[in-house]
Nanobody, 125 residues
Framework: QVHLVESGGASVQAGGSLRLSCAVS????????MAWFREGPGKEREGVAS???????ISTDSAKGRFVISKDKSQNTLTLFMSNLKPEDTAMYYC???????????????????WGQGTQVTVSS
C-alpha cells in the first residue's frame, strides 16, 4: 500500500517561492501516476499539476508558467516548485497517487485512490 507524506508548506509573501515535497513509500514505481491538488478556504479540492509514469505532465492554466511538478525516483519524492505566489494560491496542498493508465496524467480528483495529509501554504499580500 502506498503512503504519502507532504512537507514544505509555509507562510510567504506574494511574489515568493516555495518547494513542496511528497515522500512516497514504499517507492515511486513504473505504475505511479501522481498529482498535486489544493483546497482553499471554502473551496472544493482542485487539481494543480499531474505527472505520469512516463514523465508526461499537465497543469492548470493558473499553474502554467509558475508551478513545476517533478519526481525523483531515486529519492521517492514528488515535488511541486511554486514561484510568483499569489494570495489566491493560499490553500492546503495535497499529494495524490493512482495506478498509471491511459488517462494519466490526470487532474480528475475522483480518480485518485491515495492521498497524503496535506501541507498548508499561506500567501500574504
Amino acid at each position: 500500500q502506498v503512503h504519502l507524506v507532504e512537507s514544505g508548506g509555509a507562510s510567504v509573501q506574494a511574489g515568493g517561492s516555495l518547494r513542496l515535497s511528497c515522500a512516497v513509500s514504499p517507492a515511486i514505481d513504473d505504475i505511479a501516476c501522481m498529482a498535486w491538488f489544493r483546497e482553499g478556504p471554502g473551496k472544493e479540492r482542485e487539481g494543480v499539476a499531474s505527472i505520469g509514469a512516463t514523465g508526461a505532465t499537465i497543469s492548470t492554466d493558473s499553474a502554467k508558467g509558475r508551478f513545476v511538478i517533478s519526481k525523483d525516483k531515486s529519492q521517492n519524492t514528488l515535488t511541486l516548485f511554486m514561484s510568483n505566489l499569489k494570495p489566491e494560491d493560499t490553500a492546503m496542498y495535497y499529494c495524490a497517487w493512482r495506478r498509471q493508465d491511459w488517462q494519466c496524467p490526470s487532474l480528475l480528483r475522483t480518480a485518485y485512490s491515495t492521498w497524503g495529509q496535506g501541507t498548508q501554504v499561506t500567501v500574504s499580500s
